[in-house]
């Protein structure tokens, strides 16, 4: 019986690719960690052998981003549903405001659940646009006293992207869950920086979070003892079981960035080639694909795009799954396509798809 696996090209938004060598490392030590005689789903979060492979999950990130001393690296469970609710419970005081940015579904959501736990000031919302563009200079009333600036820089739906950070002296605060990893970040720009893994940089299960120290003197003592930001930082993740294996997996991502891609520079390159590819076909095929985002604010992470009608785009994704291009039905809220190309998706299968887009065009254009 052949052990031959055959992988297709995943364009999942999320849970989503992950790099082949470190998935081949998770399963040469799924049984037994070297050295340990047993699975890492087995041993304590307490274990020397644990605790090695946290210490080191902390300090490649650390190099990966350049993130300064004066900030704490935690990992938390909850997805970043859980960070819409433990943000305002933590930075925002009673008699303060915070300042939201809305530029598509995540960024919505979060302003959902921040509205339960004080006042909240949308300094601009991309609605009247179907959320295809982000605020133009000096458009969004950011007020550098709010108690915090909440933005998400790739809204995984819309397919939109932040090129830089928003102007605000107020703590900026970023879910990157989309786009964790992609670029190299001014991380001394940001009060908080976070992540739920399983789009970008890990197994679905672990949450990155990057705190500055000053912010976690914010968390009040009577908060529930999970959500309090300076309880976990004291006890460094500790507090409760952490998630183990996502914590070892984005580890494992790490590495592979650091060693492999030769950190966060070549990503960024990588990144940007594959994304020109998609865009480039959807530029040039005379209106058959029709790009959500508008041209200055294009996702490197979420290439979103529609066909002239929905019948043409139900036999695009039946194609495309028989050429093991796989996942490339656009959210369920919003329809069409979407191609996720995180760091981990090789250019062979953006490559792949370029192609299968331009025959299908051609086909049917």
């Given at each position: ?19 082949e060598?470190v ?34 999950a ?33 930075l ?46 000096g458009?969004?009333?950011l ?33 990157a ?54 309880l ?21 991502v ?41 041209p ?23 194609e495309s ?45």
């Open positions: 019986m052949s052990t031959e696996v055959q992988r297709v090209f995943n364009f999942s938004a999320g849970p989503a690719v992950l790099p060598p998935l081949e490392q998770i399963q040469a030590e799924m049984l037994s960690l070297p050295g340990v005689g047993c699975s890492l789903l087995e041993i304590s979060h307490r274990s020397k052998e644990f605790l090695a492979i946290h210490e080191a902390k300090a490649d990130l650390t190099e990966l981003l350049g993130i300064p001393s004066n900030y704490k690296i935690l990992f938390l469970q909850g997805g970043s549903r859980l960070q819409f609710s433990m943000i305002p419970m933590n925002l005081g009673k008699d303060q405001t915070a300042d939201y940015l809305i530029t598509g579904s995540w960024s919505k959501y979060a302003l959902a659940e921040a509205e339960k736990e004080g006042k909240i000031n949308v300094a601009w919302d991309g609605k009247a646009d179907n959320y295809s563009r982000l605020p133009a200079p458009e969004a009333t007020n550098d006293d709010a108690a915090y600036a909440y933005y998400a820089s790739n809204e995984t739906i819309q397919g939109v992207q932040f090129p830089t950070e928003p102007v605000t002296k107020a703590p900026l605060v970023c879910d869950s989309s786009d964790f990893m992609c670029r190299p970040l001014p991380i001394d720009q940001y009060g908080i920086l976070y992540a739920c893994a399983q789009k970008n940089a890990g197994p679905a299960g672990v949450t990155v979070l990057i705190i500055r120290d000053d912010l976690l003197e914010r968390s009040r003592d009577e908060l529930p003892g999970y959500l309090n930001f300076k976990h930082a004291e006890n460094d993740s500790l507090w409760n079981t952490p998630p183990t294996f996502g914590i070892y997996v984005v580890g494992l790490a590495k592979w960035l650091k060693n492999e891609v030769g950190g966060l520079d070549k990503m960024l390159e990588r990144n940007r080639l594959k994304s020109s590819m998609l865009y480039d076909v959807i530029d040039n095929s005379n209106g058959f694909y029709e790009g959500h985002a508008q200055d604010c294009r996702s490197l992470m979420n290439v979103t795009f529609r066909l002239p009608n929905e019948t043409l785009e139900k036999a695009f994704n039946d799954e028989k050429q093991q291009l796989a996942s490339l039905k656009g959210h369920r809220s919003v329809g069409g396509i979407r191609a996720s190309i995180y760091n981990a998706m090789p250019v062979e299968g953006v490559e792949a798809l370029a192609q299968f887009m331009r025959d299908f065009a051609s086909r049917n254009g």
